[in-house]
């Protein structure tokens, strides 16, 4: 894979930021589940996390097997959130980052946000949207997150919480109306629905890796998003 050279000398063969609108979205499942697949597929995958979270990388370690690193501007500067990005990404074919709880919630506003982040590391976002009982009042929340901040560099979006391949189609359409990237989605399985516990989750009832790795195998379109975040 070509490196591409990006704003502020960022070198990679590929990198994006997994964001949502709001914590719960499933941004965490489908993360990880990115990053154990692409690791399957003998990619040397660099993990990072948005803000000083310890919990979220060591799972993310336990898949990628490298060590995940955070990314914060809060207590860290943005030459200092690039240097890290740089250092660690170097040998990567592919850079993903997850971000922390909705793309624009920051210590103040949008600072120390997933949104600052991208912009930071001029790397495109993957927003995951949790589509549960909601079909085309999708459009109303989409266009929201496209228009709020024109410069948001939006590689496209995966939905979760899918009931039915006519529900997919559906939002498909919202995306097509958009003029956006639909990336796929996961299904709504109740074994991948994690309830939130002070600090993090509730490990007792995660996901099995390759259960999500076997779901994003099927439904998501990793290959093209590899493709479009590689330009």
């Not at 990053?35 to 995958?45: R, S």
């Not at 501007?73 to 170097?90: D, N």
């Not at 709880?101 to 946000?113: A, H, I, Q, T, W």
Request: net charge negative.
């Amino acid at each position: 894979m070509k490196p591409v050279l990006f704003d502020h000398g960022i070198k990679r063969g590929a990198a994006f930021l997994i964001a949502a609108p709001m914590s719960g979205s499933g941004k965490t499942t489908i993360a990880r589940g990115l990053m154990a697949l692409l690791t399957q597929k003998g990619m040397k995958v660099q993990p990072f996390k948005c803000g000083p979270d310890y919990i979220d990388t060591k799972f993310h370690e336990a898949v990628c097997g490298r060590p995940s690193v955070n990314l914060d501007t809060f207590m860290a500067t943005p030459e200092h959130v690039r240097e890290l990005f740089v250092r660690y990404g170097a040998d990567a074919d592919v850079c993903i980052v997850e971000g922390m709880m909705g793309l624009f919630d920051g210590y103040d506003r949008e600072r120390g946000s997933s949104y600052e982040i991208a912009r930071v590391l001029d790397i495109p976002v993957v927003l995951v949207v949790d589509a549960k009982s909601a079909a085309y009042s999708m459009a109303a929340l989409l266009s929201g997150f496209i228009h709020f901040r024109e410069d948001l560099p939006l590689a496209g979006v995966i939905f979760n919480k899918v009931g039915s391949q006519k529900h997919f189609q559906m939002l498909q359409q919202v995306c097509d109306d958009l003029g956006v990237e639909c990336l796929g989605y996961l299904p709504k399985q109740k074994e991948l629905e994690q309830e939130s516990r002070y600090l993090g989750l509730d490990f007792s009832v995660t996901a099995e890796k390759e259960k999500i790795v076997q779901l994003i195998e099927e439904h998501v379109a990793w290959e093209r998003l590899i493709a479009t975040v590689s330009r």
